[in-house]
């Protein structure tokens, strides 16, 4: 059982959030740096998200006349959620104090709230850009979001828990086990992943292109320090989403007790399979092109389906009458 | 840790393959149903039926029931090549290889197909407290192919995909029967298989009648027939 008042314990997971911060920036760079390689380009280095980060917090911030406080506070509030979801997600070590105060469906609600305050930071200067950024990332969320819950929910019937912690735990200790509901939500997270994260196929971060731009044109207007702290929460996004794919689905090497063995194997594994994530991220987005925006419903509502047959397969096939 | 899931993860890898492919079989019938392109649409068809293929065998080497190998050999012939072939050469013929025949609300229509989903496991529940196979779960999992492929006959205007969901639907009988009996007897499943074949044949003829008297294969305009004195 976890002790809640062992400082020891608190301080692990300190040091694996600050690893997650740490962490993001250079996912984002190793990612951008397979691409321009499989596209034929001169990468930047994988530093490079560490610079602009760096660079951004050293400029002036400009603010338009009529933004108000709330424009100014988003940033912290989104980057915040983000910090705290990924104090959330189980990186090299499962059973922490944490996990037994905030289960996947807290993780979902902190998604959601940083998505609220961004989406209110986008309309709040009133420009047509921000408006539209805003819509467009409420349409997607709103279909993205029941799938990642029913993800949730499937996931936790087949180990009867919703905590992220057990849910690993569980996975971790059966023996190889070929589980339908597992294969599809797995598919179902990695769409929502891909639409959450604003990926390829349902939008590009890397273009400021007025008919496509969905999570650009809602930071359009940040700068400074507040856009430095936009771009972390994204690459920490991005980051949790793999993590937790990674962690759920494959979760072997994760340490479960706090030796300095098995947090050395969990540091080992997490270097194998990250990047091996990260690469196929790259070579998907590199094999597939964006598609319209209005065939994004019909993804999400694919990757709804998805989950929902995960759901009953379990209900159908998996569990004993 | 819970008893009653510690069923499914001891059987044999086998028998989870079987259900995970049965699983995999339900998410081709819903990808048929979104799919709106035509070729698209055949080449799921085959997907489907070799799926069912799989499942075939391997219910077939785990049950000892060697005869099933017939039915998969030909399932695997006549569902996986000539039907797809035949429908593909047709519809080349034709010049609608390449056509959409869109969906008019996919959302719903996909959610419509969940709801069945759950309403055919509802009413299977019965009969599989009564199947002693391995694939009795996957009773369930036939009715829905069934079910969603008359929701494809009925959301579909074209009259090519029409007649893929006309197929598919015989797909989740053939399913149903290898799930609830193991499998129908061999001269029953030559009688279908041949009347499946038979089907394909004349479906193709009507392609083009219908074409040549309403200059479309959109089935809709059927609705605006009217007697004309010429």
């Given amino acids: 059982m976890v002790d809640f008042l062992n400082p020891a314990d608190w301080l692990f997971v300190w040091l694996q959030t600050a690893l997650f911060v740490l962490l993001a920036p250079l996912f984002t760079g190793w990612i951008k740096w397979l691409k321009c390689h499989l596209q034929n380009r001169r990468p930047p280095s994988l530093l490079q998200p560490y610079r602009d980060l760096l660079r951004l917090t050293s400029k002036t911030v400009l603010l338009a006349d009529n933004a108000s406080p709330l424009f100014r506070g988003a940033p912290y509030i989104v980057c915040g959620c983000m910090v705290l979801a990924a104090s959330v997600v189980p990186l090299l070590i499962l059973n922490q104090p944490i996990n037994a105060m905030a289960d996947a469906i807290v993780l979902v609600g902190l998604f959601a709230l940083a998505r609220f305050f961004m989406a209110l930071a986008g309309m709040d200067v009133g420009t047509t850009f921000g408006g539209m950024g805003s819509s467009r990332e409420m349409t997607i969320s709103a279909l993205a979001e029941p799938a990642m819950l029913m993800v949730v929910f499937t996931l936790s019937m087949v180990a009867s828990s919703t905590n992220l912690s057990t849910l690993i735990e569980y996975n971790l200790n059966q023996e190889l086990v070929l589980r339908p509901s597992m294969l599809f939500a797995l598919i179902a997270l990695v769409m929502v992943g891909i639409a959450e994260n604003a990926r390829i196929p349902i939008d590009n971060p890397a273009t400021h292109l007025e008919l496509t731009m969905i999570h650009e044109a809602m930071i359009l207007e940040y700068s400074g320090r507040h856009l430095a702290l936009m771009e972390l929460a994204a ?49 998907g987005e590199t094999a597939v092109a964006k598609m319209r925006l209005f065939r994004v419903p019909t993804f999400l509502a694919m990757s709804f389906s998805l989950a929902m047959i995960g759901m009953l397969s379990f209900i159908i096939l998996e569990s004993a009458k | 840790m819970n008893g009653y899931l510690d069923t499914y993860s001891h059987l044999t890898l086998t028998e989870q393959s079987i259900l995970t492919l049965a699983a995999m079989v339900l998410v081709s019938s819903f990808a048929l149903l979104a799919q709106s392109r035509v070729v698209a649409t055949i080449r799921l068809f085959a997907l489907q039926g070799f ?11 785990d049950t000892h029931e060697y005869h099933l190998l017939y039915s998969a050999a030909m399932t ?54 009564f199947a002693e196979s391995i694939s009795r779960d996957a009773i369930a999992i036939s009715l829905a192919v069934v079910m969603l492929a008359m929701l494809m006959l009925v959301t579909r205007r074209k009259a090519v995909t029409q007649v893929v969901g006309f197929m598919s639907l015989e797909n989740g009988l053939f399913f149903g029967a290898l799930t609830a009996t193991q499998g129908m007897p061999m001269v029953v499943e030559l009688g279908v298989a041949f009347d499946v074949l038979i089907a394909a044949v004349v479906f193709g003829i009507f392609f083009f009648h219908i074409r040549d008297s309403i200059e479309s294969l959109d089935v809709d305009m059927l609705n605006q027939l009217t007697e004309v004195d010429e």
Avoid: N
Avoid at chain 1, 254 to 268: C, D, H, M, N, Y
Avoid at chain 2, 51 to 61: D, G, H, K, S
């Fill in chain 2, 76 to 129: 695997l012939l006549l569902k996986v090549w000539f039907i797809p072939w035949l429908l593909t050469r047709q519809a080349r013929k034709l010049g609608i290889l390449r056509d959409l025949d869109s969906v008019l609300h996919p959302g719903v229509v996909l959610i419509a197909a969940g709801a069945l989903v759950i309403f055919c496991y509802s009413v299977a529940l019965p009969i599989q407290r």
């Fill in chain 2, 51 to 61: 799926l069912i293929v799989v499942v075939t065998t391997l219910v077939a080497l």
């Fill in chain 1, 235 to 283: 690459q920490l996004k991005l980051v949790i989403y793999s993590v937790l794919i990674m962690d759920l689905f494959f979760p072997w090497g994760i340490a479960t007790e706090a030796s300095f063995a098995s947090l050395g194997i969990a540091l080992v594994a997490l270097a194998i399979k990250l990047p091996i994530l990260g690469a196929l991220l790259a070579v």
